[in-house]
């Protein structure tokens, strides 16, 4: 059973950077699907890039051309490297795993969190105007 725990968050100007990990122990992610997720309060969580067990990463269209998802399988790390940040990208960030692989958020349909069954903490991201 994966643990997952997020590190990274931080607070930035508009237009500034931040890189996001995911640490995964008690399994190895090269067998899983990887996704990251934004949430700010009284919406619903949305999941902003997935990356599928052979590398393929794909994302939200709120991200595209910003965000990198990546991950190093030796290393049993997921990034998610953010560039171009807004006040709009504040909010919670979580990663997640899961052995079946949803469709790729470049189908459009996005994902659901019942899409995947581990969890991290999460961590903030503040992006100041």
């Known amino acids: 059973r994966p643990q997952l725990m997020e590190s990274g968050g931080g607070s930035v100007q508009t237009g500034g950077s931040l890189r996001l990990s995911c640490a995964v122990s008690g399994a190895s992610i090269a067998y899983y699907a990887m996704s990251w997720w934004h949430e700010v309060p009284l919406e619903e969580r949305e999941g902003v890039a997935l990356?599928?067990?052979?590398?393929?990463?794909s994302y939200a269209d709120s991200v595209k051309g910003r965000f990198t998802i990546s991950k190093d399988n030796s290393k049993n790390t997921l990034y998610l490297e953010m560039t171009g940040l807004k006040p709009e990208d504040t909010g919670m960030y979580y990663c997640?795993?899961?052995?079946?692989?949803?469709?790729?958020?470049?189908?459009?349909?996005?994902?659901?969190?019942?899409?995947?069954?581990?969890w991290g903490q999460g961590t903030q991201v503040t992006v100041s105007p």
């Open positions: 997640a795993a899961d052995l079946d692989t949803p469709p790729s958020l470049d189908e459009g349909v996005g994902m659901a969190q019942a899409d995947f069954s581990f």
């Open positions: 990356i599928e067990p052979d590398g393929s990463p």
